[in-house]
């Protein structure tokens, strides 16, 4: 099991840009795969981005493609989303998730999950 707290979050307007921290800590997190995710009010949770315990495979949901970046640091434990151009329907709050599996892009193939970051976009 790993324990991871995401931070970063906060009020921007359209346009701006945030970098999202997930800072893991227990079991090597080297090893693990993660992900970000996000859920706005009355909607379900869903995928932003993934990356691979290597860093090497990524995948991006179309909403935030070529928006947004996701990368990892292993020495600091830390996986990243920065996010460019922000809109106001990227809202939401957003999670890290991590798991040993695979980088997949479904929030039922991760057993591992931060609190959650607010991110809100005015127009």
């Known amino acids: 099991q790993v324990q991871l707290v995401e931070s970063g979050g906060g009020l921007v307007q359209a346009g701006g840009s945030l970098r999202l921290s997930c800072a893991a800590s227990?079991?090597?997190?080297?090893?693990?795969?993660a992900g970000w995710f996000r859920q706005a009010p009355g909607k379900e949770r869903e995928f932003v981005a993934s990356?691979?315990?290597?860093?090497?495979?990524?995948y991006y949901a179309d909403s935030v493609k070529g928006r947004s970046t996701i990368s990892r640091d292993n020495a600091k434990n830390t996986v990243y989303l920065q996010m460019n151009s922000l809109k106001p329907e990227d809202t939401a709050v957003y999670y890290c998730?991590?798991?040993?599996?695979?980088?997949?892009?479904?929030?039922?193939?991760?057993?591992?999950w931060g609190q959650g970051t607010q991110v809100t976009v005015s127009s």
């Open positions: 998730a991590a798991d040993l599996r695979s980088n997949s892009l479904r929030p039922s193939d991760y057993a591992n």
């Open positions: 227990g079991r090597t997190f080297s090893r693990y795969c």
């Open positions: 990356i691979s315990w290597t860093g090497v495979s990524t």
